[in-house]
Every structure is written in C-alpha cells, then in structure tokens.
C-alpha cells in the first residue's frame, strides 16, 4: 500500500466507523445486526465492518480492510459475515463506492413477505425511483447473496433491494449515500405500511414518479457535495 | 438591510436552526427531509434551512435568507427543495409567520390514502379545530404545492395539511407555532391510525370540537407568551 | 405557610418538577400536554406544572402551588389548563397523593374507541387489577372531566382512567407512584393493542388476576419504600 | 466466599448492573419491570436485580448476590420479584450462565396470543433455530415458572420462551448472551408481527434454518470472545 493509498484508507476507517452511528440513531439495528463498507477508490480494496463487534465499540482502528474477494489485508479483527456480500457487490458493479446491511423492521417485514413496494410516496420517488424491489431468498456463506443484490439492482433505479425473508442491502457512490438510501428505505417501508394497513394507498402517475427522480437525483443538495446521492444511472 | 432588520434575521436565524432540533426529536424527519422557515415580520423576507445539510451540522449560519420570491439574498447555501412552496405561502396568507414540512410517518400515511384525519381526540379539537384536511397532489418545482397549501387551508381552521401522496405542510403565527402544528399532528395521526386499526373510534360533537377550539386558541397557556398557538383567524 | 410547610412545598416543587422528565423519556406527551401534580400533605395544596411550558424549561421554581380549588397560592405563571380536574380528584379521594395526565398514544387510541383495556397481562394484572376503564366525556373548563375521573375510580382497583376521545388520568399514594401508573397503562395498553391485532389474546382467570394484584400490591419492591406502589384501597 | 469467587461476584456485580443499560437502551422495559442474571461460575451462587429500583438507580453494589434457592448472601435490597424462577433454571440447567426477564411489546404480545413465532426471518433461524415457543400459563411466587421455562427451553435451540399472558425469558451460556437473546427476541417478534399485520409471510425451508443455525453458531463473530453467543447445545 502506497501513501496515499494508505490515507485513503485512514479516511475511509474514519468514515464508515462513524458511518455506523447513523444505523443505530435511526433504529435500523438491533445488537451486531447490520453492516456499512465502502470501496477504497481506485484499489481492489473495502473497508468494512469487524464481524460481531458491538456499535458502541467501533473506531477507525476497528475497521477491517479486505481484499474484493473478502480476504483481510489489514485489521486484527475476523470482517463481517456479511462480507462475501458486499465483495461481490464492488465486483460486478464498478460504479458502487458504498454497501450497507440492515434488517430494519419495516423494511424486513415487505421482504419477509417477498412483497417490493409500491411507490406511493414522492420520498419515494426521489430516492428509490419507483418501486423498492424484492431479491432471492439465498444462504449466507458464498457468493449467492451477492449475485441476487446485483442481479435485482443491475438496471433499476432503486439503491435498495429487500432481500427476501432476510434484510436489506442498499449501495451508493459512496457509503454515505449507501447509508442514506438504507435510511430512507425504512422510512418509506413504514409510511408505504401504516398506508396500506387502513386501506388502499393512491397510486401515482409513472411519469410523475420518473420527473421526481429525476429532478431529485440532479438538483437536490448543494453543488460542492456532488449533487445526486444515489448511483450514477449507467443508461 | 438596516440595522433593525440584521438584528431580526440574525434571530431568525438562530430560532430556525434550533426549531429543526424539535423535527428530530419527536423523529418527524429522517435525513435530511423536512424543513422550517419564518417570516421576518415586516419584510418580504424569509429564512429557511439549506438544502440537503443535516439536522446536526444547522447552525445560525448556515441558514439561508429569501426574498418571497425564493431568491437566495444572504446565505452561502442553496436553500431548500421546498422554498417555492414556503414562499407562495408567505406572498398568499399575510397572517402566517413560519411554514413547517415534514414527512412524519404517520400523517404520511394517511396522505397517501388521500383520507383526512377525522377528529376523534379533543387534543386534536384543541390544536386544529376538526378534520385535518387533504391538499391535492402536486409535483414540486413550481407554485403547484404552494397553491395547494393556500387553497386547502384559506378559510380552514387546521393549521396542518396532508398533501396527497407527499406529506405535511403547517403554518402558524411564527415558525414556533408551525413547528408545534407539526409535531401535534404527528401525534393525532398516530393516534387515530391506531384507534382506527382495531375499530370505528367514537365521533365527537361538532359544538364540543368548537368550544374545544375556541378555548385552546383563546385561554391556553402563559398571558406573557400571547395565548393562542395558532394562527390568528381571518372571520 | 409555616416553615415545615414551605419545607414540604419546596421538595415537592422539585419532585414534581423531576417527574415531568418520565414522561418524556417513556415518550408519553407530545409538546406540552400532559402534566404531573403532587397534594401538600395534610394541607389544602397541591403543585402543579404550569400550562404551556416546553419541559425543558420545567425547574422547582417554575411549578404552581395551588389551592384544591385551582386557585394559584403561589407561584408566578398560570398553572396546568388541566388543574380543575387535578384539583376535583384531590377534594374527592383523600387517599390520593399524586395526579397526572397524559394523551399517550396507545392508551388513548383506546380511549377513542370508549373501549376499556381487557386484562390479558400478568403485568396489567399487577398493576390494575384488571381491566382498565372508560371514563365519561367532558369538557375541559369546569369539574366534568374530575367527576369522571372519580366515579370511574372510586371502587375501582384500577389506578388509571382513559377518558372518552381524551386522554389517560392516573392517580397514586403519591405523584411518582401515579407517573408510573401512567407508564405502565401505555405499556399494557401498547401490548394489548399489539397482541389484538392478529387475533385474540387469551383470557386470563379472575382469581389468577386478583392473586397477583393481591401479591404485587402487597410484596413488590423494597421494603424501605414503602411495598405498594398503587392507592391503598379503601375496602 | 474465599478471594477468588469474592472477585468473580464482584466482576458480575457490575456486568450485570451494566447489562441492564441494554434493555432500557432497546426499550424492552417499563419502569422497573424486567432483570437480568448471572451464575457465578463452579458457585452455587447468582447475581440479580435488587427488586423495584430504577434501572437509573443500578450500580455494582446494589446487585443482590443469591444462593440458587434465592436466598439473599450478600446484598442490602431484596432481590427481582423473579428471582425464584432465574434461581429455578440455574439449578435444572447447568449450561446456562445467564438469565434474562423482560415484557417486551412485541415478543409479550405473541405472548398474549399464546402464539408461537414462526421463522420467517434469516436472523430468527440465526439466533433461535427456528419458532420461538411458548410457555404455559404460570403465577409468581412459587417454582411453576421456572418449570415452564425449563420444559419449554429443555431439548429446544431457542434461547427464549414466550411465557404465556406474561412475557419473555432468555438463557445464555452468559449474562451478556441472554441479553442478546432478549434484544433479538423483541426484534424478530416485531418483524415478524409487522410481516404478518399485511399478509401471510413466505415460509422457510427447514434444512435452510438449521443451515443458518448451525453456521451462526459456529462460525459468526470474533474468535476471541468465544464465537457461539448462545447456550451450547446438549445433543
């Protein structure tokens, strides 16, 4: 690892130790249960989360850094049993810098009934683009967590795909915008529930939800943090 | 700017930044979706939030000042998203001194079954006077929200409306009394959605909803800090 | 008031004060509505929160000290919009020490629906008794809402009311026994509501519900505290 | 007590007055109404919850030491009004090293319904290694909830037992394990509640939950802290 490599990663045990805080402030976890990477930019590189360690416990030297295969370059600690997933997320998909885990309740619960779900909102318009897609039902442990993310999200809008009976994976060009998505997504898995458990939510126009997006994804923000927090659109 | 004038936007300043503290602390917002602005009394003037910035990083400073037309006249931010919808607000209703967005989960949720909130709770006779109302749907961008905002609640007693498929807008004699509409609310929604989910909840009288209203708006709370929360009625 | 008075009054003020923070942390009120008094023991006085005052701002010096007609004795601000019905409930059960006053979500969807708690816990059990009943509706402004409060408790094991379209009334020996009263009513109420709304909850026998009011009034807690957290009940 | 379980009583003293931090941290306690435990290890001994003090109020000296019949050691307070059935499942299950007691909304619901719950969720067939049982009905005071406890939980991968009509109850091999236990017990019984609330969640295959059981058992977390955070399995 070169210099500036080496303050790269700095930065980034930094960032997505930090990055953590955003998961419990917003309730997406409970105990160990969710997980934030981020790519080291230009290098087959991650730095991820340590496997089991509590939130409280994080910092910058906690963080592991691992190869794109999952093998651990430089961190005392074992990595995240999720990160096989994540490895293969950076893999196939070269314009994802951020990979974030949750099972946040809401969210978890459309997946446990392999529900997407419908775009009712323009919050969810913005963010997801329509419709937050259901993934697979696939085992931890090899690549097949990975191939259902990317296989769900390659082409769609939505930074967000709720895995089935299991949780939510979100990505983004950095982890903060991974972050972001995986917190708007429950917030609009609670909304698009508490809608539907008293009736019938109204439908929105498809061009309505596709002039949201895309207005959202170029002229939301300030201009010096980049504008779009989600993926650039590769079509 | 004279002086007087500085001295009242530097206020403003500071009461909005810290009003945002209350959307997070009743969680109404997640991210950075909701916003608070005022009026400064006398001027075509506005302060509102910055886009995009989180709810931890608001300071004095970083809040943005608007013509009612929504030019930025002092800040170094662009403002928010929703400034044009604050903005119509203040040039159509000359009595509202703050305008309050969020998208809280619960109001939310009966926006986007297009229902308004029936008034079942005295608390809810209290702050809003009867049913809060539904605005239409309207895509962001121009005075389409602005103009649903005003036509819905002209004439209306509820300082809160649910627009369809959006969220909640509310306006009050200053950007307290928003913000206090906002958080009510939320937790009138809350509570109809879950007396509703288990049965029909019991209507109250019509004259026991206005006596309710005219007292909380005319004897509630300390003499020095002016007595109705509300905005003052036009009839 | 002599100085063993002033004593009493000044460690009330402080208690009162401090109590108002349970209320918060168990997120019962929303903005400013709900409310905590203490009686005077052995004297015609009860302190009071004052009305429409954020609790943040709540200190020993802020509270009210009031007559058991609402009349302020001392005290500088207005004190709670609700001490009419404080105020009834101290002059009708001596026994009571401690009265609050809450719109807790869950409680208060119950209350929407007139309909009582049924008894499905062994923690309702301990605390209630059994069910937890339906007062009448009143009008906030005279002595409706304390007669209400009165009749449905006088009797009864129940230390909380939910009053019809309004809110929670609890009462206790003394004020921290009716603030827990108020936690534990939405504590039930919430699971009860949780527990109904995918089918129907077990009874429980009468007997078994007394035998353990019986033995938590009776056996719970420290014996330096005093045992029974509830009333003393009369019969 | 010679020096060396002196230390060990003294070290669980403050684990288990700090363990209780996590059960108001994830809100699955009112009041004072939940506890935690901990076997001295190769002693006859446990540490428990001083019974009705405020979680606020918890230090290492305020632990109550007990033989495994309950009867105070060492200690000023009397301990948990549920220290028979904590001392119940030390002396029936020797593996168990921690014991947890909460009434946890959700869980507590499923509780009521006299329901078990079924694995739809990656983080239940994890954590449980399938549904999650229910225990019979069962009053305080006497052995027949320890019972209960232990004829559910003997020969079962759950850690946790939905105790009917009352609440939850969780073992580790350690204080710190059944805390967990606790936490994700609440956190898949709300999923699951939320899944089904809106239709009928997808099944898992059985091989698929004891697949994910046996490898979260085994394989999940630091080497250091001993990987399986659960009770290990007799069979």
Redesign the interface.
Request: hydrophobic share 40%; charged share 20%; with cysteine.
């Given at each position: 690892m070169n210099t500036d490599t080496a303050r790269q990663v700095r930065a980034l045990r930094e960032t997505v130790a930090r990055l953590h805080g955003e998961l419990t402030r917003?309730a997406l976890v409970?105990?160990t249960?969710g997980n934030v990477s981020a790519r080291v930019p230009g290098q087959d590189l991650m730095v991820i989360k340590?496997?089991?360690?509590d939130y409280d416990a994080l910092t910058a030297d906690t963080m592991v850094v691992c190869d794109l295969h999952g093998t651990v370059v430089d961190g005392d600690?074992?990595p995240s049993?999720d990160t096989a997933a994540h490895a293969y997320v950076y893999r196939a998909m070269p314009e994802v810098g951020g990979v974030v885990h949750t099972?946040s309740?809401?969210a978890?619960?459309?997946a446990?009934?392999?529900?997407a779900i419908p775009c009712?909102?323009?919050?969810q318009a913005d963010e997801f683009g329509g419709e937050i897609p259901v993934g697979p039902?696939a085992?931890?442990?090899g690549d097949d967590i990975g191939k259902g993310i990317v296989s769900t999200l390659s082409g769609h809008r939505s930074p967000a795909v709720l895995m089935?009976?299991?949780?939510v994976f979100t990505i983004g060009r950095d982890a903060r915008a991974a972050v972001?998505a995986a917190?708007?997504c429950?917030?609009v898995a609670?909304?698009?529930?508490?809608?539907?458990?008293?009736?019938?939510?109204?439908p929105?126009a498809q061009a309505?939800i596709s002039?949201?997006h895309d207005?959202y994804q170029n002229?939301?923000?300030?201009?010096s943090?980049g504008g779009s927090?989600g993926v650039p659109r590769r079509s």
């Amino acid at each position: 690892m070169n210099t500036d490599t080496a303050r790269q990663v700095r930065a980034l045990r930094e960032t997505v130790a930090r990055l953590h805080g955003e998961l419990t402030r917003y309730a997406l976890v409970a105990w160990t249960a969710g997980n934030v990477s981020a790519r080291v930019p230009g290098q087959d590189l991650m730095v991820i989360k340590p496997s089991g360690v509590d939130y409280d416990a994080l910092t910058a030297d906690t963080m592991v850094v691992c190869d794109l295969h999952g093998t651990v370059v430089d961190g005392d600690a074992a990595p995240s049993s999720d990160t096989a997933a994540h490895a293969y997320v950076y893999r196939a998909m070269p314009e994802v810098g951020g990979v974030v885990h949750t099972h946040s309740s809401y969210a978890t619960a459309w997946a446990a009934r392999g529900e997407a779900i419908p775009c009712w909102l323009t919050a969810q318009a913005d963010e997801f683009g329509g419709e937050i897609p259901v993934g697979p039902f696939a085992l931890i442990g090899g690549d097949d967590i990975g191939k259902g993310i990317v296989s769900t999200l390659s082409g769609h809008r939505s930074p967000a795909v709720l895995m089935r009976n299991h949780g939510v994976f979100t990505i983004g060009r950095d982890a903060r915008a991974a972050v972001k998505a995986a917190v708007m997504c429950e917030d609009v898995a609670r909304t698009a529930h508490l809608a539907r458990a008293l009736g019938q939510p109204l439908p929105m126009a498809q061009a309505d939800i596709s002039s949201l997006h895309d207005r959202y994804q170029n002229v939301y923000g300030q201009r010096s943090t980049g504008g779009s927090p989600g993926v650039p659109r590769r079509s």
